[in-house]
């Protein structure tokens, strides 16, 4: 399904459609391992070549996250890590940035308790472009699906190596923005992607849809983003980034003085796979 509407990811993808090349999706929690040091983070990821941005909800029990997202959402919220802040976060990005797309990761429970007309009317404020919320099937595309479709919202979809065609076609009735391939059965950050099982699961995603297909999970280095570009429409990066920044931590858990510049320097580093 095409959306009715225009978002940056739409003109992201449409734009490197022309340049011959997939996007570098990146993901990082919000607030992780402070507010102000993830807003720099965040700010900086475009100029080290991030072409859309991830941010993760922080919560307390994720379904779909392995141990190093699992331990980045810890960190947030005992730093007092918010949905209103993480909404204030991508407000705070905007000022300097209206091109980038930010999509928001997570899971429906803070939306939930948030409300989700209101969360809606300030996401769509604050510049958030798509949402991938893991556990809300098409099932329950009522609870919020279809709602941030009309508020002007992408709505993307997680698919698996285990999602039946049938049950893919369910999937992409109302998907937008893109569809995101997990190319792992199980958690983040714990296996890597096999390629060639990639590509013929992206092919067989592209006999149903027309949009974008981003692939995560599995992906860890610039030699893995490279192919995962060769076969899709982008490789997204997550646990790969959450270790770089927790490596970047003193015994407290506070942020070093170089832990922005590693990160943003891996990022650099993981982006030159989509570009070579």
């Known amino acids: 399904m095409s959306a009715s509407f225009e978002t940056r990811i739409d003109r992201k993808f ?5 340049e011959g090349r997939a996007a570098f999706i990146s993901f990082l929690t919000a607030g992780d391992p402070d507010l102000d ?3 720099k983070i965040i700010k900086g990821l475009p100029d080290a070549g991030a072409d859309i941005i991830e941010i993760g909800i922080p919560f307390s029990d994720p379904m779909a996250d392995g141990p190093a997202i699992q331990a ?3 960190r947030a919220l005992s730093r007092g890590q918010t949905l209103s802040k993480t909404l204030g976060m991508v407000a705070d990005f905007r000022i300097g940035d209206d091109i980038t797309p930010i999509v928001l990761m997570g899971y429906y429970n803070p939306i939930y308790k948030y409300g989700v007309e209101k ?3 300030d996401a769509k404020k604050a510049g958030v472009d798509g949402l991938i919320i893991v556990d809300l099937p098409p099932e329950e595309e009522n609870e919020l699906c279809m709602p941030a479709l009309r508020a002007g919202i992408n709505f993307i979809y997680l698919t698996a190596p285990t999602t039946t065609d049938a049950r893919l076609g369910r999937v992409l009735e109302h998907a937008s923005g893109f569809v995101y391939y997990v190319s792992i059965t199980g958690i983040t950050g714990t296996r890597s992607a096999n390629v060639d099982d990639v590509a013929k699961a992206v092919a067989r995603i592209r006999k149903q849809t027309d949009l974008p297909v981003a692939v995560g ?4 280095t610039a030699q893995a983003v490279k192919e995962i570009a060769g076969v899709a429409d982008a490789a997204v990066v997550g646990s790969a980034l959450v270790n770089t920044l927790q490596a970047g931590l003193d015994g407290g858990g506070n942020a070093t003085p170089t ?3 590693d990160v943003l320097s891996f990022a650099s580093e993981l982006a030159s796979g989509v570009r070579k």
């Open 14 to 18: 449409a734009a490197l459609k022309k």
């Open 37 to 39: 040091t993830s807003l």
């Open 72 to 74: 980045s959402s810890g």
């Open 119 to 121: 969360f809606l009317v």
């Open 217 to 220: 999970f599995g992906i860890n």
């Open 259 to 261: 832990l922005v510049e």
